[in-house]
């Protein structure tokens, strides 16, 4: 089987290779240099000419914040190029496995996780234009997996984990929000979920969206608080503070766990605490660093 990986650069992207290191199947791993994916014409010569079965989308315009001047882009790179995707493994008569968020949710009241089935409701241009994205997949017609994440981190790039690592080891004191609740992410997890499902042809007659997070709940200080103690950075103070003591742009979601039972009962499969997840990559960075 011939799956193309498209963002292979990013977080995501990164661990899907690890993923696939030892696969039998024929990865193909592009990022912008490689595959320009708002090109329609580039996007559709590469499936065809390499016989492409499985796109895989890690790519997508993630600054949540500069989306709101940007909106333009945001929206070119999340959706439009999303509808060149779907529309070439259409054409292809291919499986195209794509990468969405929780922000798709941002108005969204309530305490509940929440199920596929929801109304969407985004409040800021990232989410709407990822929402716009779903919706070009499902417009299109083609054969597709859509997987909705929240607070991704890895060994990877820019993020929340990697971010605090630097803080807690430098600043005697943190504020950070415990206000807005969900559930961290590791990157290499949603990857080893992904690649299991194409390895074992799971996709056909599983069509749809599903919701992947790690498991368990927690805000923003807690997980801070967890990152600093795997670190042994005890030297910080970290404190909670409310979500308007750090004024944005954007009206983040303030609960946006993910329920994912569709996930567990189709593929048959249990998924990591959010807790342990943390641990091990914190480890493999410091083994890294």
């Known amino acids: 089987m011939n799956i193309l990986v498209t963002g292979a650069n990013g977080q995501l992207g990164n661990c899907l290779r690890n993923a696939a290191a030892d696969s039998t199947d024929n990865y193909i791993f592009t990022d912008v240099a490689d595959l320009d994916i708002t090109d329609a014409d580039a996007v559709s010569k590469i499936v065809k000419d390499n016989d492409i079965n ?74 709407v234009t990822k929402l716009h994205g779903e919706q070009a997949v499902e417009q299109s017609g083609c054969k597709a997996l859509i997987f909705r994440t929240a607070w991704l981190y890895s060994e990877y790039g820019k993020n929340f984990v990697k971010t605090m690592l630097t803080l807690t080891a430098s ?39 599903y919701h992947y997070s790690n498991e368990g709940v927690c805000s923003w200080f807690d997980f801070t608080k967890m990152i600093a103690e795997y670190a042994g950075n005890n030297g910080c103070d970290i404190q909670p503070c409310h979500s308007d003591e750090f004024p944005s742009k954007v009206v983040r979601p303030s609960y946006s ?30 083994n890294e660093a």
């Open 54 to 127: 499985v796109i895989v989308n890690c790519a997508a315009y993630t600054n949540v914040d500069k989306a709101e001047d940007d909106a333009e882009f945001a929206e070119v790179l999340n959706a439009k190029a999303v509808a060149h995707l779907a529309n070439a493994m259409k054409e292809n008569d291919g499986t195209l496995i794509h990468v969405s968020t929780d922000y798709v949710f941002g108005g969204a009241l309530g305490n509940t996780p929440r199920t596929e089935t929801e109304p969407a409701n985004p409040t800021g241009v990232y989410g």
């Open 171 to 209: 600043k005697p004191q943190l504020k950070v929000v415990f206000d807005q609740v969900g559930t961290p992410t590791y990157a290499q997890d949603l990857a080893d979920a992904i690649y299991g499902i194409i390895t074992d042809r799971a996709m056909d007659g599983n069509e749809g969206i």
């Open 257 to 286: 766990v993910l329920d994912k039972t569709k996930y567990k009962d189709t593929f048959n499969k249990t998924i990591p605490y959010w807790v342990d997840s943390l641990r091990k990559c914190i480890k493999n960075i410091k």
